[in-house]
């Protein structure tokens, strides 16, 4: 059987479950969530061991994202009953003529059909077979068809084995869940373009998620593409946090530029300060904390390649702070400098370099700060370390970093993302397709929802 013919396969299984699916109740719904949940939990073990080998994550890493990935399993089911899969907002009739008059109206939201997701490299569990895009779309009422990564192959059948035995006992259709492995890129492009599939949900690179928005616009019927494309996710450290405590401050930045090799998108890859002698000192403790650090093996060559080339683009255009050293396992750390002119002038200092590296921007004053988070454009974070007081300056720095970011942070670092209701891992272009939605927390169930007016409609077509 051909690639093509295995996508066919798949999408026709979940195109067959849809209409049945789009009808279960949340009772049901939130059942095969929770079943999913248990049965990841009942094999973590095996899980955790066969994602190592693959990923090389290591086991506390990992055992914390299986944790995360039946955490949020469960929270869809629980929200489902409240959530705004089964919300219904009605306006009765009123008689007369428009505009008082008006025929009753109910406003509901039913589920797009079969969602095309791509599993991430960096998340071998919470953004991949189960993870939040499957757990969103399933507790909307779509099935899924998952593009498994080729990070993860082996891990990704077996996860698939066991959600698929949930499914079975559950006496629910096997077309719920499809996956489609060891997908080339024109596979991957077809599964995008396959007449049956409704939306796509995408978390990787900004080259590869492009160039699928592309193909979800191309199509005769184009559909949503909700697509999270990596960031540099800018922090600002500015002379009020970097007075009390810059040594700390140096060291839970190294600690978060490095965690996991440097391979989340909410990495902090952007680091601006104001040119100072009490930033200087702060860049030189970063270096000093960073140096001897030595990183995990990144997921994939072609990975580790891609930042190598990235990191020396970086160094063609910029001042070496922190020049990588010999490597133990995984790519040394490595700091570049740079002013805030050059930084805005100079699109190639502006591309993510996925891995354990950042860029250092000095600024001489705020208003020069806000030009460089405005040439970022879009990112999924920005941090504000000395924002804290409500003065002029720091309300402008807030405007200007919402107007670019997803989520704003006040203290602490961008790596780990919290699944709660408030969350948004999503931000303006390039950091997303779709800005307005998240892809972490509860409300990226509505992604997969479209809202229908129904008018005077029987009380049946209104459940």
Known sequence: MSEYSVVDAAVAQAHAAAPLWAQASATVRASLLRGLAEALEAQKDSLIALADEETHLGAGRLGGEIARTAFQLRGFADGLSSGPAYTRVVDE????????????????????????????????????VLGGDTASALAAGCPVVVKAHSGHPRLSQVVLDLAREVVRAQGLPEGLLTLVDNASRGAGGYLVQHPDIAAVAFTGSFQGGTALWKLANERSRPVPFFGELGSINPLVALPAALEQNSAELANTLATSITM????????????????????????????????????????????????????AHVAGHATTLLAPGPDAHGPAPRVYATDAVTFIQNPALREEMFGPGALVVKARDQAQVHQVLQAVGGTLTTTLWGANEDTPANRALVQVAEAVSGRV?????????????????????????????????????????RPVALQDAPAWAQA
């Open 93 to 128: 009739a009123v008689a007369g003529t428009p505009p008082a008059g008006r025929p009753q109206l109910t406003r509901v939201l039913r589920p797009l059909g079969p969602v095309a997701m791509f599993s991430a490299s960096n998340f071998p569990f919470a953004f991949s």
């Open 260 to 311: 996991g090799c440097g391979q989340f998108c909410t990495s902090p890859g952007l680091i601006v300060v104001l040119d100072s002698t009490t930033s200087e000192r702060f860049i030189g403790q970063l270096c000093e904390a960073l140096a001897p650090i030595q990183p995990h093996a990144m997921l994939t060559p072609g990975m580790r390649q891609g930042f190598e080339a990235a990191s």
């Open 409 to 449: 942070l006040f203290t602490g670092v961008p790596t780990g993302v919290a699944v709660c209701a408030a969350q948004q891992h999503g931000g303006p272009w390039p950091s997303s397709t779709t800005p307005q939605t998240t892809s972490v927390g509860y409300a990226a169930i509505e992604r997969f929802l």
